[in-house]
């Protein structure tokens, strides 16, 4: 699977900012990249975000659904520009059961941001879990993380809940949630929705 990125040249930029201005390559993962790519996706997503994941949690991840797993690579040397990690799988814990997608993990290398390929990532990832008949995709994301937040709402995400102290440095999280089907308004009521729909998530 291949698609466009499109970005400015700049002959400051590192070798994998420079491969932005010619067709990345997006590639679904498998577990024959295990050892190519395990080492390199541990690295960038450990670097940004705040919860330390031991092998288990990407493996958990990549062993059951490597399939919602997508990996931007450098055209030139196909080392590894981004990575989004997600699950799909049934959910009913205080609502309606749904097939719930999840975006675990999400992140890009620092100088190829602001490009278009975690726009990319996520709408390869929400195509992929659609159409195996997700009902919706949810996602938690630090509240100070703009870009994450507008990247989220941008491609149509909305708050459903703020989750106090959520992550282990203290900060608060925001649940984010898109819905890929119609609501049916005679079907049994779903907790996260009521609350957005109530506006009685925190702001
Ligand atoms: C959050 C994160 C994944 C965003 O990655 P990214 O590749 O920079 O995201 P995108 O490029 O798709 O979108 C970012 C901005 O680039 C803009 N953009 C998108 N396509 C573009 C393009 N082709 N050319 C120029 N700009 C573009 C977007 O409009 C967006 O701008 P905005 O924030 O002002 O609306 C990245 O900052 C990151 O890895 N952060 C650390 C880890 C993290 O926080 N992960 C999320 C946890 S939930």
Redesign the pocket.
């Known amino acids: 699977m291949a698609t466009v ?4 040249s700049s002959s400051d930029l590192p070798r994998t900012a420079k491969g932005l201005t010619a067709e990345l390559n997006y590639v679904r993962y498998e577990h024959r990249l295990e050892e190519q790519y395990l080492p390199a996706i541990r690295a ?2 450990s ?3 705040s919860e330390p994941y031991s092998i288990y949690v990407y493996r958990y991840f990549l062993y059951q659904w490597g399939h919602l797993c997508f990996m931007a690579l450098d055209p030139f040397d196909s080392s590894l520009i ?1 990575v989004i990690i997600c699950k799909l799988e049934p959910h009913s814990v205080h609502s309606a059961p749904t097939n719930r997608g999840y ?1 675990a ?6 100088p ?11 709408k390869m990832a929400i195509d992929a879990m659609a159409s195996r008949n997700a009902d919706e995709i949810v ?4 509240e100070t ?4 937040m ?3 709402e ?1 491609l149509g995400f909305l708050r459903s809940k703020k989750l106090h102290r959520y992550y282990l440095n203290g900060n608060s999280a925001y649940r984010l949630v898109l819905l890929l089907k119609p609501i049916d308004p005679d079907g049994p009521a779903d907790l996260a929705l009521e609350e957005h729909e109530r506006g009685t998530f925190t702001v």
């Open positions: 990125a499109t970005a400015s960038l997503i670097k940004d975000l981004g975006i993990m999400l992140a890009v290398a620092a190829c941001r602001g490009r278009g390929v975690a726009t990319s990532l996520v996602l938690e994301t630090e993380n703009v870009s994450a507008r990247l989220y941008r």
